[in-house]
């Protein structure tokens, strides 16, 4: 492992090294393991706001900033990462989590990691310090390298440096809760709320014991007016509990970092769509996976208990048209299940990396 | 947009030519109204593409003849005009443009042939009567003609209506007369559709108008001028310069093409020695419902409830700027719910003689209104012009649609008498 | 250029399209010059008119087996000359591919043909109170595909982002001819962000033939503010009071006083008289929720200074108010015969700097500027008005346009916010990055198009790969004495 204190420790290490992988916190472990003759380069020093300016809605800071210290010196201000980085509290930095293209149930309401992205710094596989996109809200000069590097998982260079957009935070939160009997219940509670001209903050559906599912609406805004507005949510639900203060923020919590995962378990990321919950859980079914969709239904975060191997997940999703991304569990091949024609992916590896000296596409 | 247009080379009307050119900043935002770009997808077929083979044509580095089919297909709706937000007065281009081109181009025998009967007919009741007879007799010729004879005859109506009774030289206002106004009576409109000049009549008195139909007027000259023979339509409109009086508070039409054409006699007399009448002439005319909403209306009912779809004259609304004052009039009817027909801004492909000189694109438009007619589930269809009357009617017809149309002042007319809108006998 | 090959591939194409949709005559021609960046116009070898996706995969397989370049056109609406023909090259037109093949309102997703007229997606999914989100000004006619392709903005891209953070998924010919899909219909990937790679490239990378598109409800309710100052400082105080009060508003745009007199001669929207400057800000969302903003909006507006400050009443008040800034730039024809609109970012915090900045090299220069801009995001639409007729204007107009291009650079922002590179900007992106930046992105392009036939001398400067790259040679009409001394290059 090479501890990386500055940009130019990772330009040297990526000329010396005949294979490196980079690792920020280690909060996705699957991610961060390299195979045999890979060196690692750890980057949770290369860290630091670099600039910050309430003003302008923008901040830049190194890539192995803590994406918890990063929030805390935004809330000082009334502002947040609006795509609700996932597994803070684990050690995620801000060059993990947009390699990982991992965002948290907030971004149900303005995006993802990828829609705050503004711009890049990244050593790619010459050594090479390259730089894409910019510092401001608003660009369209150039290729959009930034959006290139989300989901990235290193394969196309090591992110030393990020701009991120960033909103105002809101005043006050409420969450209702709805239990439900059936999971088609909740499905289509879920997607009333999908459809409704609401300013909801987050939309989740945990499924629950012998077929019930609770849905879960997170609503953000004046205090003033959160409870009217909550009313309006329990009656397109058909109900529900109403959850404020701790009650409230422990529940996110728990969606954020993964506490319903049971230690030991290996964490799929599935993009999805609300409209194919119901199917993906029923070919989930014999799993005895445990299972939350967020997002609206746009992601479902899949836990598989270690007797189970992974590669039972690839051959459920392969024939479904669904691909997956292992965050906790094995190294190795972590995109599992299908993939788009490589040709494109491809070429943009070549230039970026042309002596492979960074993981292969896998 | 830039241009080497020698202004003083190209003739009468070419500063106002120029000067469209120079506002053009060719955004594009036309392209959504044109009912041909829309019908036939390519830029040639658009305002601002026509604009750049206009302006190349008279910067001489385009052949005149290379732009001619395009500048041809144009219906001279003015949709244009109505969405551009950089004022390009497309108009003060096209039509000039036209007259410029005319006497430079080649016609064909049956080009020649048509456009002769149709200058000569059409503007003369008389003849047109004649002629329309027998269009009638020839209807089994019709496969068997060239376009665009075949077009021509296709337009016309299966009865004509009998020879109305001539119109009065005075109508008198119903009760104390507020306003005096001249009427324009039209020419094909006589021969179709008599009763739209009776029904003007009617509705002008009893809102305390007193009507005259001077002797001696003659048609507008609108479908020449706009047809690119500018020397026939001055020598018609100098008919009506001399027969109309000036001293009436408006020279009122019914008829959009003819209002839009006066109003546009300035451009035409342009440098000729009555130029000075001629924009005195057209700084009175008016629509009939411009002028009418300019009065407290008298209350009007129809007898039983009718949905009405109202079609923009694209000579009222986009040549003119006449869309509020007829739906206002409508609105204000009892049992009378006015529905918009989408996209409406859309013409209906009759401006003036397209219908007869593109007769394949003109059916292709009049479908399309048609079908957007249909799509509100009115019960009648109502516009302010006689050609578009002809076009809608024609293309319903098309569709199996008997749907009634009529004019605006026909349905205000029928209002006041609270008369129904239609009978089964009313259909022509 | 090789005629030869030129000439085999117009044959091939004879074979693909009917006359009509093969374009070849001078007075066919001539329409396609241009796009809405009217100082340049080139004239393509052939325009053809595909009206299904098959047509255009043939078609730029046989240009890529002839090595002709091709440049795809929507509706040629592009203020950057991204539609600016190649001598030698074809034009693909793309506006009859205009079907919206699915529209799936529970999934919240349309799928449309790239030649789809971007205010259409929003009218087929009105009926479900969903909208398609980025609004261009020029939205009533602008095409999808040109959206993707120059990864456009519009008036509300500070709450909800430019066209790339509604792209789902894209199927794309590349320039070889291979089809390729990317993307799909979810929010969320797995993998590079290959779609948000693709959004905003130009047309290097091929032709976007199907793009998924994500549907948003339509807000419930509008709070649509228009404020009038009688100076532009003030009104870009303001803006900076709203963002600091927490507020996240919809749209936040100012109008100089120029702009404002444009507006009101093309639309009459009414705007408050004598105002310099008036800002538009709109709230949007749950009724409850933008009633709590409102007042709090109206608290820091009546601090700003405003004289006077109106608010729509109803959806048509809305419509006025918009209607005259979504005009203001084509309006601005009816204030000078010729202008050039540019469209450059800073910081917000330095606009009034930079409008000050902007006034002062306007004076300096003789010439009078319009400003219009997207106050929330800083993004800048300065409008050098000038008269073409006049000596010496063109080149001081440009020379003008070239300074507030490295002011926007200076202060750290951007050279385009949104109209692209393309060709009016090509020679200021060597300004932005560095090259080895520069160099990276042309062996981007390269890797995806190694034979440079799609859409070539569009956002690099001429020159770049040093290895005979090909660039168009645009015929203007006026060959101007800095264009033959070759101090500005407009090939």
């Known amino acids: 492992m090479i501890h990386i204190e500055s940009i130019e420790d990772v330009q040297r290490a990526m000329r010396a090294c005949a294979h490196v992988l980079p690792r920020g916190g280690g909060s996705k472990p699957a991610l961060s393991v390299p195979p045999p003759d890979v060196e690692e380069l750890d980057l949770s020093n290369l860290k630091g706001v670099v600039e910050y300016n309430p003003g302008e809605y923008t901040f830049t800071a190194r890539a192995g900033t803590r994406i918890d210290e990063v929030q805390a010196l935004l809330a000082g201000h009334g502002q947040y990462l609006p795509f609700d980085p996932p597994l803070a509290e684990h050690g995620a930095t801000l060059g993990g989590t947009l390699a990982a293209g991992l965002s948290g149930p907030g971004r149900y309401r303005y995006g993802g990691v990828r829609d705050f992205i503004l711009g890049v710094r990244l050593v790619d596989g010459t050594g090479q310090l390259v730089r894409g996109g910019g510092k401001v809200v608003k660009n369209a000069a150039g290729f959009d390298i930034p959006k290139l590097m989300v989901g990235s998982l290193g394969r196309f260079g090591v992110l030393v440096e990020l701009t991120f957009k960033v909103f105002p935070q809101a005043d006050a939160f409420t969450t209702v809760r709805q239990p439900c009997a059936k999971l088609e219940s909740a499905v289509a509670a879920l997607e009333r709320v999908y459809l409704a001209r609401l300013d909801v903050d987050s939309l989740d559906l945990m499924p629950g014991e012998g077929g019930s599912a609770t849905v879960w609406v997170r609503l953000a805004g004046m205090p003033g007016v959160l409870h009217a507005r909550a009313e309006r949510v329990r009656a397109l639900l058909g109900g529900g509990d109403v959850l404020d203060g701790t009650d409230d923020f422990l529940a996110w919590r728990e969606a954020r970092e993964f506490t319903w995962v049971p230690p030991g378990w290996t964490l799929v990321k599935v993009p999805l769509t609300p409209g194919r919950i119901a199917g993906l859980e029923a070919i989930l079914d014999p799993l005895q996976a445990q299972r939350r969709y967020s997002g609206g239904g746009n992601v479902a975060w899949v836990a598989l208990p270690d007797t189970v191997p992974a590669q039972r997940l690839d051959g459920i999703l392969l024939p479904a048209g669904l691909a997956g991304l292992i965050l906790f569990g094995p190294a190795g091949k972590v995109r599992i299940g299908a993939r788009e024609n490589e040709v494109f992916e491809r070429r943009v590896k070549a230039v970026f990396d042309p002596a492979g000296r960074l993981p292969d596409l896998a | ?428 | 250029m090789d005629n030869h090959a030129l000439q085999a591939l117009i044959d091939a194409l004879t074979s693909l399209y009917p006359p009509d949709r093969l374009l070849s005559k001078a007075g066919e021609l001539a329409p396609y010059e241009s796009d809405a960046l009217t100082a340049y116009r080139v004239r393509p070898a052939v325009v053809v008119i595909p009206e299904t996706q098959d047509e255009v995969i043939q078609t730029v397989k046989l240009c890529h087996a002839h090595k002709v370049p091709f440049v795809a056109r929507g509706s040629g609406t592009s203020l950057s000359g991204g539609s600016l023909p190649v001598k030698d090259g074809i034009v693909i037109a793309l506006n009859r591919l205009n079907h919206i093949l699915k529209l799936d309102p529970r999934e919240r997703i349309a799928v449309v043909e790239a030649g789809t007229i971007n205010l259409d997606i929003t009218k087929a999914a009105a009926p479900y109170d969903l909208y398609y989100a980025p609004d261009p000004s020029s939205q009533q006619i602008c095409t999808i595909g040109g959206n993707v392709a120059f990864n456009s903005g519009g008036a509300h891209c500070l709450k909800y982002g430019m066209t790339s953070n509604h792209i789902l998924g894209l199927k794309v010919v590349l320039p070889d001819g291979q089809v390729v899909r990317l993307g799909g219909e979810s929010t969320e990937a797995v993998g590079p962000d290959l779609v948000g790679l693709f959004v905003g490239s130009e047309g290097l990378f091929g032709i976007v033939l199907e793009i998924t598109v994500r549907l948003l409800p339509r807000p419930e309710k509008y709070h649509t503010l228009l404020a009038a100052y009688s100076t532009l400082e003030a009104a870009g105080e303001a803006v900076s009071r709203v963002v600091a009060s927490g507020l996240l508003p919809g749209a936040l745009e100012i109008m100089d006083r120029l702009a404002i007199q444009a507006a009101e001669a093309a639309v009459h929207p009414n705007y408050p008289k004598g105002a310099q400057a008036i800002l538009i800000v709109e709230l949007e969302g749950e009724p409850e929720e933008v009633s709590e903003e409102t007042q709090r909006l109206e608290q820091v507006i009546r601090e700003s200074g405003a004289y006077e400050v109106r608010v729509a009443q109803d959806a048509s008040d809305r419509q006025r108010i918009w209607k005259g800034r979504k005009s203001a730039f084509s309006a601005v024809g009816r204030l000078s015969p010729d202008y050039i609109v540019q469209d450059g970012v800073v910081p917000r915090s330095r606009l009034s700097e930079a409008l000050a900045e902007i006034k002062r090299l306007g004076e300096q220069y003789g010439l009078r500027v319009a400003n219009v801009f997207h106050a929330g995001d800083g993004n800048l639409h300065p409008l050098i008005l000038y008269d073409g007729r006049e000596a010496g204007a063109l080149e001081r107009a440009e020379k003008l346009a070239g300074e507030i291009l490295d002011l926007c650079i200076r202060f750290g922002g951007s050279i385009t916010g949104e109209h692209g590179v393309a060709v009016e900007k090509r020679d200021y992106l060597p300004r932005m990055y560095s090259e080895t930046d520069l160099d990276v992105m042309w062996r981007l392009r390269c890797a995806i198009d190694p034979e440079q036939i799609a859409n070539p001398g569009k956002m690099f400067p001429p020159g770049t790969g040093g290895n005979g790259v090909v660039s168009p040679v645009a015929h203007s009409t006026n060959l101007h004495p800095l264009d033959q001394a070759g101090i500005i290059s407009r090939e």
């Not at chain 2, 019908?39 to 593409?49: F, Q």
């Not at chain 2, 007919?121 to 010729?141: H, I, K, N, Q, S």
């Not at chain 2, 179709?192 to 048609?219: K, M, S």
């Not at chain 2, 407290?296 to 779809?309: T, Y």
């Open chain 2, 1 to 428: 947009m830039q241009h080497t247009i020698s202004i003083d080379q190209i003739g009468p009307n070419g500063v106002e030519m120029a000067r469209a050119v120079e506002q053009c900043v060719h955004c594009g935002f036309c392209l959504s109204t044109c009912p041909t770009y829309l019908t036939l997808g390519e830029e040639m077929d658009s305002p601002r593409g026509r604009i750049v083979l206009m302006k190349s044509a008279l910067e001489g580095t385009l052949p005149l003849l290379d732009s001619l089919p395009f500048v041809d297909r144009c219906l001279g709706c003015m949709a244009c005009v109505t969405a551009c937000p950089s004022g390009v007065q497309y108009g003060n281009l096209l039509i000039p443009f036209r007259v410029r081109a005319e006497p430079l181009r080649p016609r064909t025998l049956t080009e020649r042939v048509g456009r002769t009967l149709v200058h000569e007919t059409l503007p003369y009741p008389a003849r047109f009567r004649v002629a329309a007879t027998a269009g009638r007799l020839a209807e089994l010729l019709r496969p068997h003609l060239p376009e665009p004879f075949s077009a021509m005859l296709g337009l016309l109506p299966d009865h004509l209506p009998r020879d109305a009774e001539p119109l009065p030289y005075l109508y008198p206002a119903a009760g104390k007369p507020k306003a005096r106004v001249a009427l324009l009576a039209g020419c094909v409109q006589q021969v179709l559709a008599p009763d739209i000049n009776w029904a003007t009549l009617r509705v002008l008195a009893r809102q305390g108008i007193e009507v005259v139909v001077p002797h001696g007027q003659g048609c507008c000259g609108s479908l020449m001028m706009h047809d690119g023979d500018d020397e026939g339509a001055r020598r018609l409109a100098r008919v009506n310069l001399r027969a109309f009086p000036t001293d009436v508070d408006a020279i009122v039409t019914n008829a959009a093409g003819c209002g839009s054409g006066m109003k546009e006699y300035g451009l035409l007399f342009q440098d000729e020695p009555d130029e000075e009448q001629a924009r005195a002439f057209a700084g009175k005319v008016r629509d009939v419902t411009e002028f009418l909403v300019g009065f407290e209306m008298a209350p009007a009912s129809l007898p039983d409830p009718v949905r009405l779809a109202y079609h923009d004259a694209c000579h009222l609304a986009h040549a003119q700027g006449i869309v509020g004052a007829p739906r206002k009039l409508l609105g204000a009817v009892s049992n009378l719910t006015v529905l918009e027909i989408p996209e409406g801004e859309l013409c209906c492909g009759s401006a003036g003689t397209y219908n007869v000189e593109q007769p394949e694109l003109a059916a292709k438009i009049g479908e399309r209104k048609a079908k957007n007619i249909l799509r509100t589930g009115a019960d009648a269809v109502a516009a302010g012009n006689i050609g578009c009357i002809v076009q809608i009617r024609t293309h319903l017809a098309r569709l199996g649609s008997s749907l009634p149309v009529l004019h605006t002042i026909e349905v205000l007319d029928r209002a006041y008498r609270n008369a129904p809108l239609f009978t089964t006998n009313e259909h022509r």
